[in-house]
């Protein structure tokens, strides 16, 4: 029952290829964003989306790009996958509450 | 803008002893405040809240109070466990944006 899925949980790049992170939630939230984590600086937000089709960027976009074509699932790509975009990525949705639940990540390495 | 900020760790305790993570915050008009915790390996979870000043979240024996007065939200535990060694995140959410506020993590780690 965990609510919201990441897939893959690892995968290994090279540097100029295309990725995409897939996120699936069963719980029908409106809100839902793509974070990445990496040491020294936190967690960061890339994108974000108010609902199907309604994306909006956050503080460090560039290079990634999402979609949401269904309420359950947000897709974030890298076009051309680059050694800076090494990270843990989480995806997470939000309530009305403005309380969040994440996702179990996915650790990309891109070489 | 809004902002968080965390007392730096990693903080290193014994088991049993007493816990204090300090958070502070910047926000125009009234946020909620939220603690949410990673253990490794894992996504963050969401620990506790208090949505209003002099609210008291709690949760796992953890609490914290928010305190417009000093702008603060301290994490409290009265006896740490071993088991409690994780990353702790103070947040914060404007209700007008849904784009929340994270602190930028205080790692604890509890010795037997």
């Known amino acids: 029952d965990a609510g919201i899925t990441q897939s893959p949980r690892h995968k290994v790049t090279e540097t100029g290829t295309p990725v995409t992170l897939r996120c699936h939630q069963t719980?029908?939230?409106?809100?839902m964003y793509w974070y990445r984590q990496d040491p020294g600086h936190g967690l960061r937000l890339i994108h974000y989306s108010y609902g199907v089709k309604d994306t909006d960027k956050g503080e460090v976009s560039d290079g990634y790009s999402v979609s949401r074509s269904k309420t359950e699932d947000f897709l974030l790509t890298l076009e051309s996958a680059t050694s800076s975009q090494t990270s843990v990525y989480f995806c997470a949705m939000g309530n009305t509450d403005n309380e969040q639940f994440f996702g179990p990540g996915t650790r990309l390495t891109v070489l | 803008g809004n902002s968080v900020t965390q007392m730096e760790g990693p903080v290193t305790l014994s088991e049993e002893a007493f816990l204090t993570i300090n958070c502070t915050y910047t926000?125009?008009?009234?946020?909620?405040l939220f603690w949410y915790v990673q253990y490794p390996g894992e996504g963050l979870q969401l620990l506790l809240k208090a949505t209003k000043a002099d609210d008291k979240g709690s949760n796992k024996g953890f609490e914290a109070t928010y305190r417009k007065e000093t702008t603060s939200f301290h994490l409290e535990k009265g006896s740490v466990q071993v088991s409690d060694s994780a990353v702790y995140f103070c947040?914060?959410?404007?209700?007008?944006?849904?784009?929340?506020?994270f602190g930028r993590g205080t790692s604890l780690i509890v010795h037997p």
């Open positions: 947040a914060l959410s404007d209700g007008g944006s849904y784009i929340p506020t």
């Open positions: 926000a125009t008009g009234y946020p909620s």
């Open positions: 719980e029908n939230h409106r809100y």
